[in-house]
């Protein structure tokens, strides 16, 4: 897998493997002690419900693992949570 610079990922769409709009990305969580990549945080204003896909917090934006990273290119896109 190439290297992909955090930088270049800010604002990038984050879509679904069916095409769902999540919303973009706003953020990426790590664990501090493993180092680890967790969580996908992205900015999900006006956009729809997304099941049990991604968590929600208070500011609209949703948590999605990293595990359900499919791609990256000009868009970032995740598997279902099925």
């Given at each position: ?8 990922l ?7 493997i069916?095409g769902t709009?999540f ?5 990426i969580?790590?664990d ?6 967790r ?9 729809a419900s997304?099941g049990d896909?991604?968590?929600?917090d ?6 999605i693992?990293?595990s359900r990273v499919?791609?990256?290119?000009d868009r970032?896109?995740i598997q279902?949570g099925?």
């Amino acid at each position: 897998m190439s290297e992909i610079l955090a930088r270049n990922l800010d604002g990038k769409p984050v879509v679904g493997i069916d095409g769902t709009d999540f919303g973009t990305l706003y953020t990426i969580t790590m664990d501090l002690e493993s180092g680890a990549l967790r969580d996908l945080v992205v900015d999900a204003r006006g956009r729809a419900s997304t099941g049990d896909t991604a968590r929600a917090d208070g500011d609209d934006r949703l948590q999605i693992p990293v595990s359900r990273v499919e791609t990256v290119n000009d868009r970032i896109v995740i598997q279902s949570g099925d």
